[in-house]
């Protein structure tokens, strides 16, 4: 039988009854997930189902109903345009793989007027549904809330002071990341979807409509297992920043997708990534591991550069044009 990812029941950890010890338990099942897999189910998180279930269905109403006039308006531009890079509205079109599009929003920032500096710019928001924005701030706030608890169940695992990482994600720079891959519409070798890639900040939170067999993930032993969906749940996944941080001992695992079905799939990423200040800078001993290259650099500087060059989606896109020819 194929490996599949770790479940971990969360209830305990964020109940006000429950003893250290019963919360330790929960800790200690991350840290092995994450040392093993970098990724793995949570369950019983504490986000309400109707919140979760009014992000989906707005957000696919929002892909089904979008008029190009309307991407045109949200598109993501660059500083030159009066963009600042990062927020805003794109499609990824590849004709031999498909294409999908995002729409990338970031945790707000006090802005003037342009030119913005990358990253600093206003969020773009979709006008329909009318309460797009309104359910996308509420699902913000609560999964902004369950990244600080789930960093407090690592820093237990890991044994470090549970408040350690407190002062680098209390603003985090947080993307919420609203992606729609369109069906296929003929049989063709390759697929719609993103080349491998490893998630750039700490904790990435996953939430995915219930089309299967369209995330995989690279299990130890090398071969690529499905993450499908599994109601109730977020896929949960390290960031190359958690890895650094850790000084390698959690793992940033590599991932793709390749979205087999003639149907639209919406998936939506929320990436929980450091504050805008943050120094990276690892969490445990040296003795522990290796000391990175990026020690010392903030995350504002890690960001910029990674945006600065062609965007990574597209990039990916681009340089793994075989993906879909490696899937069982
Ligand atoms: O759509 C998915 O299942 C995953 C997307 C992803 O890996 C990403 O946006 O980084
Ligand atoms: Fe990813």
Redesign the pocket.
């Known amino acids: 039988m194929a490996a599949s990812l770790p479940v971990i029941d969360f209830a305990a950890f964020i109940d006000h009854a429950s003893s250290p010890e019963e919360k330790k338990a929960v800790a200690l099942q991350i840290d092995n997930a994450c040392r093993e897999v970098g990724f793995f189910y949570l369950k019983n998180h504490g986000v309400p189902m109707n919140l979760i279930g009014d992000m989906l269905t707005k957000s696919r109403n929002f892909f089904e109903t979008a008029t190009p006039e309307e991407k045109k308006r949200l598109a993501l531009r660059k500083i030159a345009e009066g963009g600042d890079n990062a927020r805003g509205f794109l499609k990824i079109n590849n004709p031999e793989k498909g294409s999908h599009e995002?729409l990338d929003v970031y945790r707000p920032v006090e802005t003037r007027d342009p030119p913005y500096t990358t990253g600093m710019g206003p969020n773009q928001w979709p006008s329909t549904p009318s309460d797009f924005r309104e359910t996308a701030e509420e699902y913000i706030e609560r999964l902004e809330t369950l990244g600080i608890q789930v960093m407090k169940a690592i820093a237990i695992g890991l044994k470090v002071d549970e408040s350690i990482f407190l002062n680098r994600i209390n603003k985090a720079f947080w993307n919420l990341?609203i992606?729609g891959?369109e069906g296929r519409k003929e049989k063709s070798k390759e697929q719609a979807g993103?080349g491998e890639?490893t998630?750039f900040g700490i904790l990435?939170f996953?939430l995915?409509d219930s089309n299967p067999k369209?995330?995989q993930v690279l299990s130890k032993s090398g071969e690529w297992i499905w993450?499908d969906p599994i109601e109730g749940c977020y896929?949960c996944n390290i960031g190359d920043m958690l890895h650094e941080w850790t000084r390698g001992a959690y793992k940033s695992t590599l991932?793709?997708?390749c979205?087999n079905a003639e149907s639209l799939?919406i998936?939506i990423?929320f990436?929980f990534d450091p504050n805008w200040d943050a120094f990276i800078s690892p969490v445990l001993p040296a003795a522990e591991g290796v000391v990175d290259r990026d020690e010392g650099i903030r995350y504002e500087e890690k960001f910029v550069r990674s945006v600065e060059y062609p965007l990574w989606?597209d990039s990916l896109v681009q340089a793994n044009p075989t993906v879909a020819s490696q899937v069982a």
């Open positions: 995002a990341r992606l891959y993103i890639h998630d990435t996953l995915t369209s995330l993450a896929v991932h793709r997708v979205h799939r998936s990423p990436f989606r």
